[in-house]
């Protein structure tokens, strides 16, 4: 290795670690607010039967992730829409809206509000009720463009700065699947896109691929759309994945990032259909959510407490779900499961030619 190398590695690794304390400063900011989601002290409802893993082991995990989001990143597999440098500059921005709303949280979290948004779109008809809610107990849910503008913030926060090098990992069954192909001539749909995080830097390293993006919320949509505006063959769709308007067999990789722990359970079978049915044979499905109980015993405390700590209705039957027998009635096959710090990337694929 070069001295320029290793110049360029030590530069990454302090970015990573400038990252994360940035993030990490916000939370304990969060937490003098009286806005911490997981005050275990100040709060008494969060009490778990489970061990909570030690602080040594925490770190020790937020680590690897980020190492191994550098070394996919160094080996070509991705490329990440977000530099340290830029991000942070961009963060700041952010940073005096997101303190700014803390004490909202908090007051919202103490007194379990959890649907306020309900009584201003429930009349429309067009979002379904699970959807209606203050999910984290953050202002205005899913639902305008201040929580669009945040909460990419928000997370980072939670998750110490490693939110986005989760997320990039579901890249990497997508890099293995189109390795030798002609993007040009391959489609992929990424349910539930958020903020287009996840697809900004699908773009940045596969510019041809024809990509989809679909959101239940308009505000989180126009925003991907401005992350994603400098890119062609990209669509956008504002739909529920309980009814994905297009004709069977119409992808060849479908996406979805943290969404089945936010749907109830009788939702999940519904859009597992959909996303098996508009897959084409012989295509992947790459699931990418939180763990679940068991993937890795000395964080089963932490999905015991989160649910209760950040408001998540539908979080604790799906860390109990089994993800196999969820997908294998619609005819997708799990080949392969990959844990990632706090999250778990599983690749289906769909039986067929």
Same mark, same amino acid.
């Given at each position: 290795?070069?001295?320029?190398?290793?110049?360029?590695?030590?530069?990454?690794?302090?970015?990573?670690?400038?990252?994360?304390?940035?993030?990490?400063?916000?939370?304990?900011?969060?937490?003098?607010?009286?806005?911490?989601?997981?005050?275990?002290?100040?709060?008494?409802?969060?009490?778990?039967?489970?061990?909570?893993?030690?602080?040594?082991?925490?770190?020790?995990?937020?680590?690897?992730?980020?190492?191994?989001?550098?070394?996919?990143?160094?080996?070509?597999?991705?490329?990440?829409?977000?530099?340290?440098?830029?991000?942070?500059?961009?963060?700041?921005?952010?940073?005096?809206?997101?303190?700014?709303?803390?004490?909202?949280?908090?007051?919202?979290?103490?007194?379990?509000?959890?649907?306020?948004?309900?009584?201003?779109?429930?009349?429309?008809?067009?979002?379904?009720?699970?959807?209606?809610?203050?999910?984290?107990?953050?202002?205005?849910?899913?639902?305008?463009?201040?929580?669009?503008?945040?909460?990419?913030?928000?997370?980072?926060?939670? *998750?110490? #700065?490693?939110?986005?090098?989760?997320? &990039?990992?579901?890249?990497? /069954?997508?890099? @293995?699947?189109?390795?030798?192909? %002609?993007?040009?001539?391959?489609?992929?749909?990424?349910?539930?896109?958020?903020?287009?995080?996840?697809?900004?830097?699908?773009?940045?390293?596969?510019?041809?691929?024809?990509?989809?993006?679909?959101?239940?919320?308009?505000?989180?949509?126009?925003?991907?759309?401005?992350?994603?505006?400098?890119?062609?063959?990209?669509?956008?769709?504002?739909?529920?994945?309980?009814?994905?308007?297009?004709?069977?067999?119409?992808?060849?990789?479908?996406?979805?990032?943290?969404?089945?722990?936010?749907?109830?359970?009788?939702?999940?079978?519904?859009?597992?259909?959909?996303?098996?049915?508009?897959?084409?044979?012989?295509?992947?499905?790459?699931?990418?959510?939180?763990?679940?109980?068991?993937?890795?015993?000395? *964080?089963? #405390?932490?999905?015991?407490?989160?649910? &209760?700590?950040?408001?998540? /209705?539908?979080? @604790?039957?799906?860390?109990?779900? %089994?993800?196999?027998?969820?997908?294998?009635?619609?005819?997708?096959?799990?080949?392969?499961?990959?844990?990632?710090?706090?999250?778990?990337?599983?690749?289906?694929?769909?039986?067929?030619?």
């Amino acid at each position: 290795m070069s001295f320029v190398d290793r110049i360029d590695k030590a530069g990454a690794r302090f970015g990573q670690g400038l990252k994360s304390a940035w993030y990490i400063g916000h939370y304990m900011a969060a937490l003098r607010m009286g806005g911490s989601v997981l005050d275990l002290e100040a709060d008494k409802r969060l009490v778990t039967k489970r061990k909570m893993p030690k602080r040594e082991e925490m770190f020790r995990s937020i680590g690897e992730v980020l190492e191994r989001d550098r070394w996919n990143q160094e080996q070509g597999i991705y490329t990440s829409a977000e530099s340290s440098a830029s991000e942070l500059l961009s963060s700041a921005k952010r940073s005096l809206a997101f303190l700014k709303d803390v004490p909202k949280v908090d007051r919202r979290r103490r007194q379990e509000k959890r649907t306020e948004v309900r009584e201003e779109y429930e009349a429309s008809n067009f979002y379904p009720a699970y959807y209606l809610q203050n999910f984290h107990y953050q202002t205005d849910g899913y639902l305008s463009e201040d929580s669009a503008e945040i909460y990419d913030f928000q997370v980072e926060t939670l *998750f110490s #700065g490693t939110a986005g090098a989760m997320r &990039r990992q579901a890249l990497v /069954p997508v890099a @293995a699947f189109l390795r030798g192909k %002609d993007q040009r001539k391959l489609a992929l749909l990424d349910v539930a896109c958020g903020t287009g995080s996840f697809l900004s830097s699908l773009k940045l390293t596969y510019p041809r691929l024809n990509v989809t993006a679909l959101d239940l919320s308009p505000f989180y949509l126009d925003k991907a759309k401005a992350a994603l505006k400098d890119w062609t063959r990209t669509d956008f769709v504002h739909a529920n994945a309980e009814h994905i308007p297009t004709e069977d067999g119409s992808y060849d990789i479908i996406t979805c990032v943290y969404l089945f722990h936010e749907l109830p359970p009788e939702v999940r079978p519904i859009v597992a259909r959909e996303i098996a049915r508009v897959l084409k044979p012989g295509g992947i499905y790459v699931h990418s959510d939180t763990l679940q109980l068991g993937d890795y015993p000395p *964080f089963d #405390g932490l999905l015991d407490l989160f649910p &209760r700590a950040v408001h998540e /209705p539908y979080y @604790a039957t799906y860390v109990q779900e %089994d993800l196999s027998e969820l997908f294998s009635p619609c005819g997708l096959v799990k080949q392969s499961d990959e844990n990632a710090f706090l999250t778990k990337v599983s690749v289906f694929s769909k039986q067929g030619a």
